[in-house]
C-alpha cells in the first residue's frame, strides 16, 4: 500500500477540523483549525464530525489520520493513534524510520466505485479491522467505515491500551455523522489518474537536444520506452523499439521516445562517468539503427520510474497530454507486439475518444 503522508498540522486540521477556505487565510491559527470538529470533502461528496470526546486526543496529536488511495478506490481516510512515548521517539528519529511501525488504526473511511467494490474484499483493509459497514451509496460510489482493528496492540501500555480503546468507543459516533452528496466522479477519477501517471520531463536527449514533456502534445500517442546500459548488451531489443517507430512514422500520429535511465541529464550529473554512460547508451541505440530520440533522466523522470517500473526494459503508452493510458508493461517484447500494441492503444484512446466526440 502507497501511503502518501501528510503534514502533521494537516494531518490535525484532517483529524479535527475541514479544509475550507478558512484553513488557507494567513490570519487563521492551528487553534482554529483545530477547534473545528466538521470535515468537508465535498469533492469527493463526504462530510462529517469527528467525535467530540476525540478534540483532547487531537490536540495533542495523539489521534494521526493520512490521506491515501489504492488502485481500486476513490479515496481512503484512516484515523490512527499514536501514544505520548511513541511521538517522543519520533520526534528524535533521524532519516530511515516506520511510521507506520507507530500507528495503532483505529477506523478507516473508504470511498470506492460501487462496481469496484468487491475488490475490497480481496484486500489487505478486508482484514485489518472487522467491522464493515456500509454507510450509503450514492450516485455510483460506496461509502464504507472500517473498524475494529484486529492487529496487535502489546506495543501499548495498559494506560495507553484504555486511552485507544476510548477513542475507538466513539468511531460510531463518526458513521452517524457521515452525510454524502453528488460529485463528478468520471471527472474526480480521471483527475486523480492524471496526478499519478503523468509524465512531465525537462531534459536532453544522449546528444545533447533540448527535449521537455511538451513533444507528447505534437502526437496522439507516443510509445515511452524504458532501458538503461546495465542491461545491455543481454538484452537488446532496440530493434524491436525502431520497427515500432518505423510503424509510428507511418501512422503520421504517434512518435516513439526512449528513456535511459542511468544517464542523468548534465544538470544532474556533468561527470565524465557519466558522459561514457551517454557514450554506451549511444553506441547501443547507433548499432541498432535507432532513429527515435533517446532522453537522458531528469529528478520528474527518475520519480515517475521509481513509483511505476520495477524491472526494464518497460514501456507504456502517452497520449498527448502526458498521461499514460493502458497500464505499464516490463519485460522484452518483438517489434510486431510493439505494433500491435500501438494500434490497440490508438482504437481505445484515439479513435473511440474522437467517436465519441463527435457523436
Same mark, same amino acid.
Given at each position: 500500500?502507497?501511503?502518501?503522508?501528510?503534514?502533521?498540522?494537516?494531518?490535525?486540521?484532517?483529524?479535527?477540523?475541514? &479544509?475550507?477556505?478558512?484553513?488557507?487565510?494567513?490570519?487563521?491559527?492551528?487553534?482554529?483549525?483545530?477547534?473545528?470538529?466538521?470535515?468537508?470533502?465535498?469533492?469527493?461528496? %463526504?462530510?462529517?464530525?469527528?467525535?467530540?470526546?476525540?478534540?483532547?486526543y487531537t490536540k495533542s496529536n495523539s489521534i494521526y489520520p493520512y490521506a491515501y488511495d489504492e488502485d481500486f478506490t476513490i479515496a481512503n481516510i484512516r484515523y490512527n493513534y499514536i501514544t505520548p512515548e511513541d511521538w517522543e521517539i519520533i520526534s528524535k528519529a533521524t532519516d530511515g524510520f516506520q511510521l507506520d511501525d507507530y500507528l495503532y488504526p483505529i477506523c478507516e473511511i473508504i470511498v470506492v466505485q460501487t462496481d469496484k467494490a468487491d475488490k475490497l474484499k480481496n484486500s489487505g483493509l478486508y482484514t485489518t479491522f472487522s467491522s464493515r459497514q456500509l454507510i450509503q451509496e450514492n450516485n455510483g460510489v460506496s461509502y464504507y467505515l472500517f473498524s475494529d482493528y484486529v492487529g496487535s496492540t502489546r506495543g501499548m501500555t495498559d494506560e495507553n491500551i484504555e486511552?485507544? /480503546? +476510548?477513542?475507538?468507543?466513539?468511531?460510531?459516533?463518526?458513521?452517524?455523522?457521515?452525510?454524502?452528496?453528488?460529485?463528478?466522479?468520471?471527472?474526480?477519477?480521471?483527475?486523480?489518474?492524471?496526478?499519478?501517471?503523468?509524465?512531465?520531463?525537462?531534459?536532453?536527449? %544522449? /546528444?545533447?537536444?533540448?527535449?521537455?514533456?511538451?513533444?507528447?502534445?505534437?502526437?496522439?500517442?507516443?510509445?515511452?520506452?524504458?532501458?538503461?546500459?546495465?542491461?545491455?548488451?543481454?538484452?537488446? +531489443?532496440?530493434?524491436?523499439?525502431?520497427?515500432?517507430?518505423?510503424?509510428?512514422?507511418?501512422?503520421?500520429?504517434?512518435?516513439?521516445?526512449? %528513456?535511459?535511465?542511468?544517464?542523468?541529464?548534465?544538470?544532474?550529473?556533468?561527470?565524465?562517468?557519466?558522459?561514457?554512460?551517454?557514450?554506451?547508451?549511444?553506441?547501443? &541505440?547507433?548499432?541498432?539503427?535507432?532513429?527515435?530520440?533517446?532522453?537522458? %533522466?531528469?529528478?520528474?523522470?527518475?520519480?515517475?520510474?521509481?513509483? +511505476?517500473?520495477?524491472?526494464?526494459?518497460?514501456?507504456?503508452?502517452?497520449?498527448?497530454?502526458?498521461?499514460?493510458?493502458?497500464?505499464?508493461?516490463?519485460?522484452?517484447?518483438?517489434?510486431? /507486439?510493439?505494433?500491435?500494441?500501438?494500434?490497440?492503444?490508438?482504437?481505445?484512446?484515439?479513435?473511440?475518444? /474522437?467517436?465519441?466526440?463527435?457523436?
Open positions: 500500500m502507497k501511503i502518501k503522508y501528510i503534514a502533521l498540522v494537516l494531518a490535525a486540521a484532517l483529524a479535527c477540523g475541514t &479544509f475550507t477556505s478558512a484553513c488557507t487565510k494567513q490570519e487563521s491559527s492551528e487553534q482554529q483549525i483545530l477547534d473545528s470538529r466538521e470535515v468537508d470533502f465535498s469533492n469527493i461528496g %463526504l462530510k462529517y464530525t469527528t467525535p467530540e470526546s476525540w478534540q483532547e486511552i485507544y /480503546d +476510548n477513542i475507538c468507543a466513539s468511531v460510531q459516533e463518526l458513521a452517524d455523522s457521515m452525510t454524502v452528496s453528488d460529485f463528478d466522479v468520471d471527472a474526480y477519477v480521471e483527475t486523480k489518474y492524471a496526478e499519478k501517471n503523468t509524465i512531465s520531463f525537462s531534459t536532453e536527449t %544522449l /546528444d545533447g537536444k533540448e527535449i521537455d514533456s511538451s513533444v507528447f502534445g505534437d502526437y496522439d500517442l507516443t510509445l515511452f520506452y524504458v532501458w538503461g546500459t546495465y542491461i545491455y548488451p543481454d538484452v537488446d +531489443n532496440i530493434a524491436a523499439i525502431e520497427q515500432a517507430y518505423e510503424h509510428a512514422k507511418e501512422l503520421g500520429n504517434v512518435n516513439v521516445i526512449a %528513456l535511459c535511465i542511468d544517464t542523468p541529464s548534465s544538470k544532474l550529473d556533468d561527470s565524465d562517468e557519466a558522459k561514457e554512460l551517454a557514450e554506451k547508451a549511444k553506441e547501443a &541505440f547507433n548499432a541498432a539503427g535507432a532513429q527515435f530520440d533517446v532522453i537522458k %533522466l531528469d529528478s520528474n523522470l527518475a520519480s515517475f520510474v521509481s513509483n +511505476n517500473f520495477e524491472t526494464i526494459p518497460a514501456f507504456t503508452m502517452v497520449d498527448k497530454n502526458g498521461i499514460a493510458r493502458g497500464g505499464y508493461y516490463e519485460g522484452v517484447y518483438g517489434g510486431d /507486439d510493439y505494433v500491435k500494441f500501438i494500434d490497440a492503444a490508438l482504437k481505445q484512446y484515439v479513435e473511440t475518444a /474522437d467517436a465519441e466526440t463527435a457523436e
